[in-house]
DNA sequence: TATGAATGAGCCTTCATTCAT
DNA sequence: AATGAATGAAGGCTCATTCAT
């Protein structure tokens, strides 16, 4: 018999990362994903119990991996601007690197499937987010906000201006970026 | 072709909205949206050329409308931290009356379909935006940025927001609607 | 707009016997059916829910009219032996004149399908048995059994008869045919 | 290619009869039988050429049991009343004992791909019960009728009441029992 | 203009069967 | 001999769209 080749879910949400982004949500159906992945429709079918589980794990898998993009390895948590910085960095270097997956997540997270797929599995790296938010609360680097306010005024801006100049067809300059983050720290900064 | 009965095609504008929000955007069929308008689905046909069509100018339809809601008729459009505060709130206030249209403006933007349409439809209520942005700087009440920036540091946050509170079922306190106008302030006032 | 055509039904009817009749009752699709019918598959759901649906009401439709096929019109029901000959001649009828019609009613009464069928749905031609049966045993005529009893003693030999002849290709001849009738009435009878 | 574990096809059978009786003829998939009788699908094929063939074989399997079942080992055959009702019981009995084979069989009987099943396979008790007719109708037991007439009028009735019955979820009492017999022995003795 | 009937293409999913070990 | 993974074809059903009135 042959051997479950377990990269095969990978192929998957690879493909379907792909049509979505192609056709759009509505133009994305199960037999162009695998003919994209290169497999027999059945054969998603032994891998994912139908299309809404399907998708649900591929929001989980890549919401996963733009959270762990935040944070390199090893990297230093100290609260300070410079730290905040390279994770803003990160963040804006994950959307620029992975276009497709951030139009994903960001598609899918106003979809109704979504709302409990949210609530039921938070992801891993909040409580990294979590503890540096509280500390830089602690020592005055923040102001003394609600983290879930922080996080927007922090990266909803830079996240918008990507999705903006991408529709444009630009691409934002080093002095925008600058421009960009500078902005968003003066507004959580104390 | 549209002549005659214009009432018509909002008819089928709000239709076309309530499914969308009662079923998800696939449950959105032509014959529910007819049904739920009291019409054949073929008169819509009369309408508009294909379901392609409609659901972009349905889109350039509410994106319109928030636009003129930021702006109050007789408004003051003084460049001044009120004014903007203003606008802000209108805004704001959009999208908590009117939960339905935002969030088909928000989960349609990120589709393929619409990308040409963004570009094709500078929405009308933009010149006004434009002018009290240069006038803003001009005035250095505002930092020297590009209007698109600007835009997105005063308004991503708080939209972000928004929808996160929703999808937790609470709503923001008055006190943080404050502590994020002032931050965004921060961000872009000079 | 087109006016729907009542006789649709009727058509859909045929062809669903015939492709049952053909390719057994697991080879029988939607797909196929319509074909037969000269319409679209889509056209069978403006005229029934779904195929359970379909195949119920094919059942009741058909086995009213094997029902109905016992009693010719204006016919003699006075309790005699001229009587229950003609009924009984009249069922044999029906079953040679309509094989697919009565195989398909064979078929179906296995089926889990019909369990609630059956029982909701008590069929017309019940209440003239009924009267008959009764006057009949009150006559004494029948022997005093359950009506349901004397039921199978008349009927059952001869359909599985008809069935099995069927099956080796041969036809039941007048003589075996009366020899049936004796005996059955003889099961019966006082 | 089956010398090996003839138990094993005994196992199919046994599952096949199981799962087609759980979730009726179209529900039967060979996965599910294969799952049911703990092996792997492939492993049927092993055994038999397809599910067709796996179904006919089924099919005379279990009408062969059945057909044996009428007679038990070292049983008196002599032509006489006591011993057809002897064999008339045993059926009825094997009938309420085994709902789920004899409900497959006649499930089956009349599909279309037993046709040349039932005339290819002349059963091997068959014999049996040639010789029985015929020493009956020589001793003037029984009418001079053709076996399968005598075989119908016998069987066919007390058949029939037990589906019907079954279908109203009740049982026959022993009077009625007695009843059925003793009017389907009037039909065919002398 | 307006309609409801009609449709072919396509969707998600399952299934009998084969592959590769 | 035995298996579980893999699959192309087909199933029931829906939908955007057109037809015919």
Redesign the interface.
Known sequence: MRIKDEDKVNRIYRAAMKVI??????GCSMTKIATVAGLSPATIYLYFENKDDMIKKLFIHFKAKMGLSYFKVGMELSPSKGTFRTIWLNHYQYIVDNPEEY?FL??F?????I?HV?KENKPDYCPAFETLFEESKATRLL?P??N??IY??LF??????V???K??NTTLSTN?LI??FE??W???SQ
């Not at 997270?109 to 499937?113: G, Q």
């Not at 909803?156 to 201006?161: D, Y």
């Open positions: 982004n192609l056709d759009g949500f509505q139009n960001e598609n997270s106003n979809c109704p499937l709302d949210e102001q906000m609600n879930d306010i927007s005024l909803a801006p830079v996240s918008q201006m999705k903006k100049s529709s444009l925008e421009q960009i902005a968003s003066k507004a959580v």
